[in-house]
């Protein structure tokens, strides 16, 4: 006798799918059914799931059901989901269930050893900020631009892009309230072609923007607007180079010498299209970061066992334990470019003597300064994912807690956030009782977010106990209590700057991010409605001249709707609208980075950066910044005001 499967509640539940599968969801409903999707889709929460082998069944009702088998944890293939009623496949139930679903994380795995490494297609799991130069024209018609390896595009490419841009357009056009399955649809299905044209760059670009709107739609804890901006100002503007699009992405990995990594820190991973896991961070003798990490579909829950897994190569030691304070040796590893080791079968790992964040060589990390950490953090979120190195977006930063923050070693005031707000991973409460000790020494493993110029997101900490030993602690996998904490701590010394204030960019600028964001949320016609000739205003009052153009091209565009000569409305112009959006957002992104480092030096004013520091930035940082004022000028037709003090 056969032991029923228990049933769960939908939310949450649902495998993910792939990306090609859920591009296809809507393709075989006819248009009157097309309509009702969304309607379908959010009746999906209330369907129970139970598990059955190799998958799960989603039941509709007591006739009804919907299952899904599993390759791998994924729902890889069209026919792997089924529904049981007269319609299927070109039913709702169907096309619901998949539309609900998570996409599933694309993951590069390592090649044997004894094959030959060739670089290879990115991934779509990789975050992105990117935002490359501007170079095709406000229709979205790319052109036969020459590709990175000088070929001219195929007819196949340049359809592809234009399918994408218009895709992406639609989503900027409706905002996240009105981009419903056919919209997130849509997107996949450029993405799709995209990827079969080899343009994997801007296909694993679409791909997280439909990941993002899954997030905001589901209500999910981690999604954030100024992140779904980014994505799809990356994606906009990477369009606009065809040369960056074909790049291809390095992402193989490829046999390195050994190496003997310092245990840094381990994080929890836990993704909105149901993997979790955990990574664990390394560092060389020479200071080069290295991650370990053991992600997959699964629950929350999953991120915390995963801290226990062993690094590879057989030396038994936990994630966990390596980053709090071990060192393993590896011989004959795997290495991806951006510093993640595989987990080949020729590579050996011992264990060895780790070092403290107080002893070298993790101890120079902390000695750069603050506001030179957090420029080179913002330079590595305007480049590429697939040339980001691991670890460059972490802070190291050493200070005392106080009454309303952090304050920072000769720097700033900070707010500490917690990365992720989720009931299963004890980041929030750590941070709370962290926040309670005002006095307290510490050294802190934060990661930097452009969008709160006065926050950090706190990932690790050490202190010293109340014997005297340092005590190291992975904020999202230890949950901390009192004990933990030292009875008598000293008040903390006034630093820099007005008392309690934290770094602020200009209001100004903050309000032309926030127009930009709101645009996203609620499309054009709330930044129609919104808009006005106030902050233009304020905008050339504080100097930031070429932003105030930018502002006025965007409400220009998204109030465009002339008539012609019988007073019939003109068709609107998308195209238009998304390049005026997109040169508000490049310019908000660069004046960002440019003002933001000042405020985190010991003075809190601006700094001249010497001529060698400015060649170093990558040459993507300085395409974003030269895009934003040539879009400014091909939409306005004004002068470029060159100095906005930015």
């Given at each position: 006798?056969?032991?029923?499967?228990?049933?769960?509640?939908?939310?949450?539940?649902?495998?993910?799918?792939?990306?090609?599968?859920?591009?296809?969801?809507?393709?075989?409903?006819?248009?009157?059914?097309?309509?009702?999707?969304?309607?379908?889709?959010?009746?999906?929460?209330?369907?129970?799931?139970?598990?059955?082998?190799?998958?799960?069944?989603?039941?509709?009702?007591?006739?009804?059901?919907?299952?899904?088998?599993?390759?791998?944890?994924?729902?890889?293939?069209?026919?792997?989901?089924?529904?049981?009623?007269?319609?299927a496949?070109?039913?709702?139930?169907?096309?619901?269930?998949?539309?609900?679903?998570?996409?599933?994380?694309?993951?590069?795995?390592?090649?044997p050893?004894?094959?030959?490494?060739?670089?290879?297609?990115?991934?779509?799991?990789?975050?992105a900020?990117?935002?490359?130069?501007?170079?095709?024209?406000?229709?979205?018609?790319t052109?036969?631009?020459?590709?990175?390896?000088?070929?001219?595009?195929?007819?196949?490419?340049?359809?592809?892009?234009?399918?994408?841009?218009?895709?992406?357009?639609?989503?900027?056009?409706?905002?996240?309230?009105?981009?419903?399955?056919?919209?997130?649809?849509?997107?996949?299905?450029?993405?799709?072609?995209?990827?079969v044209?080899?343009l994997?760059?801007?296909?694993?670009?679409?791909?997280?923007?439909a990941?993002?709107?899954?997030?905001?739609?589901?209500?999910?804890?981690?999604?954030?607007?100024?992140?779904?901006?980014?994505?799809l100002a990356?994606?906009?503007?990477?369009?606009?180079?065809?040369?960056?699009?074909?790049t291809?992405a390095?992402?193989?990995?490829e046999?390195?010498?050994?190496?003997?990594?310092?245990?840094?820190?381990?994080?929890?991973?836990?993704?909105?299209?149901?993997?979790?896991?955990?990574?664990?961070?390394?560092?060389?003798?020479?200071?080069?970061v290295?991650t370990?990490?053991?992600?997959?579909p699964?629950?929350?829950?999953?991120?915390?066992?995963a801290?226990?897994?062993?690094?590879?190569?057989?030396?038994?030691?936990?994630?966990?334990?390596?980053?709090?304070?071990?060192?393993?040796?590896?011989?004959?590893?795997?290495?991806s470019?951006?510093?993640?080791?595989g987990?080949?079968?020729?590579?050996?790992?011992?264990?060895t003597?780790?070092?403290?964040?107080?002893?070298?060589?993790?101890?120079?990390?902390?000695?750069?300064?603050?506001?030179?950490?957090?420029?080179?953090?913002?330079?590595?979120l305007?480049s590429?994912?697939?040339?980001?190195?691991?670890?460059?977006?972490?802070?190291h930063?050493t200070?005392?807690?106080?009454?309303?923050g952090?304050?920072?070693?000769?720097?700033?005031?900070?707010?500490?956030?917690?990365?992720?707000?989720?009931?299963?991973?004890p980041?929030?409460?750590?941070?709370?009782l962290l926040?309670?000790?005002?006095g307290?020494?510490?050294?802190?493993?934060?990661?930097?977010?452009?969008?709160?110029?006065?926050?950090?997101?706190?990932?690790?900490?050490?202190?010293?106990?109340?014997?005297?030993?340092?005590?190291?602690?992975?904020?999202?996998?230890?949950?901390?209590?009192?004990?933990?904490?030292?009875?008598?701590?000293?008040?903390?010394?006034?630093?820099?700057?007005?008392?309690g204030?934290?770094?602020?960019?200009?209001v100004?600028?903050?309000?032309?991010?926030?127009?930009?964001d709101?645009?996203?949320?609620?499309?054009?016609?709330?930044?129609?409605?919104?808009?006005?000739?106030?902050?233009?205003?304020?905008?050339?009052?504080?100097?930031?001249?070429?932003?105030?153009?930018?502002?006025?091209?965007?409400?220009?565009a998204?109030?465009?709707?002339r008539?012609?000569?019988?007073?019939?409305?003109?068709?609107?112009?998308?195209?238009?609208?998304?390049?005026?959006?997109?040169?508000?957002?490049?310019?908000?992104?660069?004046?960002?980075?440019?003002?933001?480092?000042?405020?985190?030096s010991?003075?809190?004013?601006?700094?001249?950066?010497?001529?060698?520091?400015?060649?170093?930035?990558?040459?993507?940082?300085?395409?974003?910044?030269?895009?934003?004022?040539?879009?400014?000028?091909?939409?306005?037709?004004?002068?470029?005001?060159?100095?906005?003090?930015?």
């Amino acid at each position: 006798m056969t032991t029923p499967q228990p049933s769960v509640s939908t939310a949450g539940a649902l495998p993910p799918v792939a990306a090609d599968v859920a591009a296809g969801a809507l393709d075989l409903l006819p248009a009157r059914l097309r309509k009702r999707v969304d309607g379908a889709t959010a009746k999906v929460a209330g369907w129970p799931v139970e598990a059955v082998p190799d998958g799960v069944r989603i039941r509709v009702d007591d006739e009804t059901a919907v299952t899904l088998t599993l390759t791998d944890g994924v729902v890889a293939r069209a026919a792997d989901a089924v529904c049981g009623c007269l319609l299927a496949p070109a039913c709702l139930h169907r096309a619901a269930v998949l539309s609900s679903a998570p996409l599933a994380e694309a993951v590069a795995d390592p090649p044997p050893p004894d094959a030959p490494t060739t670089d290879t297609a990115a991934p779509d799991a990789a975050p992105a900020n990117e935002a490359p130069a501007a170079s095709a024209d406000s229709s979205g018609s790319t052109g036969a631009a020459s590709s990175a390896t000088g070929a001219a595009l195929t007819t196949a490419q340049s359809t592809a892009l234009v399918a994408l841009r218009t895709a992406a357009t639609d989503v900027l056009v409706a905002g996240v309230t009105g981009s419903g399955a056919v919209h997130r649809a849509g997107l996949l299905h450029a993405a799709h072609s995209a990827k079969v044209a080899g343009l994997h760059l801007p296909a694993a670009a679409a791909v997280r923007i439909a990941r993002r709107l899954d997030e905001a739609r589901s209500q999910d804890p981690g999604f954030r607007l100024p992140e779904l901006s980014a994505e799809l100002a990356g994606l906009l503007e990477l369009l606009r180079s065809p040369d960056e699009a074909v790049t291809p992405a390095r992402r193989a990995y490829e046999p390195a010498k050994p190496l003997r990594l310092y245990g840094l820190f381990t994080e929890p991973v836990v993704t909105a299209s149901g993997y979790a896991g955990a990574v664990g961070y390394g560092v060389t003798a020479d200071g080069a970061v290295h991650t370990v990490a053991d992600v997959a579909p699964g629950p929350p829950e999953r991120a915390l066992q995963a801290a226990g897994t062993p690094v590879p190569g057989g030396c038994a030691l936990p994630l966990r334990d390596w980053g709090d304070g071990g060192a393993v040796i590896l011989t004959g590893p795997t290495v991806s470019p951006d510093g993640r080791v595989g987990g080949g079968s020729r590579i050996r790992s011992v264990t060895t003597a780790g070092a403290h964040w107080h002893e070298p060589p993790l101890d120079r990390l902390w000695q750069r300064p603050a506001a030179e950490q957090l420029a080179r953090a913002l330079d590595w979120l305007a480049s590429p994912p697939e040339t980001r190195p691991a670890g460059g977006d972490l802070l190291h930063l050493t200070g005392v807690v106080a009454h309303g923050g952090f304050r920072v070693a000769g720097g700033p005031l900070l707010r500490l956030l917690a990365p992720d707000e989720r009931a299963e991973l004890p980041y929030a409460a750590n941070v709370r009782l962290l926040a309670s000790r005002p006095g307290l020494e510490l050294r802190l493993i934060a990661r930097v977010s452009a969008d709160r110029p006065g926050s950090v997101a706190a990932l690790a900490a050490a202190w010293q106990g109340h014997d005297g030993e340092p005590l190291r602690v992975d904020l999202g996998l230890r949950r901390l209590n009192r004990s933990h904490l030292p009875v008598d701590t000293r008040q903390p010394a006034p630093g820099p700057g007005p008392a309690g204030a934290h770094p602020a960019l200009p209001v100004e600028l903050d309000l032309l991010r926030r127009a930009v964001d709101r645009t996203v949320a609620g499309g054009r016609a709330v930044m129609a409605a919104s808009a006005d000739d106030e902050l233009p205003r304020r905008l050339r009052a504080v100097g930031l001249s070429s932003g105030a153009e930018c502002i006025r091209a965007l409400a220009g565009a998204a109030a465009d709707r002339r008539r012609d000569g019988l007073g019939r409305l003109l068709p609107a112009d998308p195209d238009g609208f998304a390049t005026a959006w997109l040169a508000a957002s490049v310019y908000a992104t660069a004046a960002t980075r440019s003002l933001l480092p000042a405020l985190w030096s010991p003075t809190g004013q601006p700094e001249q950066r010497e001529q060698p520091e400015q060649t170093e930035r990558p040459e993507r940082a300085k395409k974003q910044e030269a895009g934003a004022a040539e879009c400014g000028r091909k939409r306005t037709n004004v002068p470029h005001q060159a100095s906005d003090q930015v």
